[in-house]
């Protein structure tokens, strides 16, 4: 076959072997329809994932919903105690009898907090530690430096986490410079 110019060459397709013969039409059949099979099992697999996920948010919303009505139904005597100590307040000029009152709340809820592993973060006279305390001041001392002088608010753990940090002032040495 001769070229000549702007030709191509024509070639047919018998030459090029494209053709496929029966048995390889047969096999192409086969790898197509477990192609299908695999996209469409793919396609379940996602769409299951989907719905699991689905699923297991919603568990977990209701999770947390659970432990949150647990959580509070732990508080309610404690409020309730409280409100009546308030209501035999407002009837009764007995100071002392509503303070005795709040006192047995106030340990009522210290149980309550340790029962569920909630412990207070120790501040006043211990070196600060950024872990566990926050700073809300720093004042000049003549003290040690970095010592915890005053708790704003009182920091708590539970099981060695830090839940809230203790509120702090702490006191920074002054040099003999600085003065």
């Given at each position: 076959m001769k070229i000549t110019g702007d030709q191509q060459p024509q070639v047919n397709e018998?030459?090029?072997?494209?053709?496929?013969?029966?048995?390889?039409?047969?096999?192409?059949?086969?790898?197509?329809?477990?192609?299908?099979?695999?996209?469409?099992?793919?396609?379940?697999?996602?769409a299951d994932f989907e719905n699991y996920k689905k699923r297991i948010s919603k568990e977990v919303h209701v999770l947390e919903e659970r432990v949150a009505d647990w959580e509070i139904l732990s508080f309610l005597p404690l409020y309730d105690n409280m409100r009546r100590a308030f209501s035999s307040f407002n009837g009764n000029e007995d100071t002392k009898a509503f303070i005795e009152g709040m006192k047995k709340v106030f340990a009522q809820f210290d149980d309550i907090l340790r029962q569920k592993a909630i412990t207070p973060i120790e501040a006043v006279g211990n070196l600060f530690d950024p872990n566990r305390h926050e700073a809300l001041l720093i004042v000049p001392t003549e003290k040690e430096d970095k010592i915890i002088l005053e708790e704003f608010e009182q920091g708590y753990c539970r099981s060695g986490r830090v839940i809230r940090p203790s509120k702090v002032k702490v006191g920074k040495r002054q040099m003999e410079d600085d003065k």
């Open positions: 018998t030459q090029l072997g494209d053709t496929p013969t029966p048995t390889e039409q047969d096999e192409l059949a086969k790898k197509e329809a477990e192609r299908k099979e695999l996209v469409d099992r793919l396609k379940r697999l996602q």
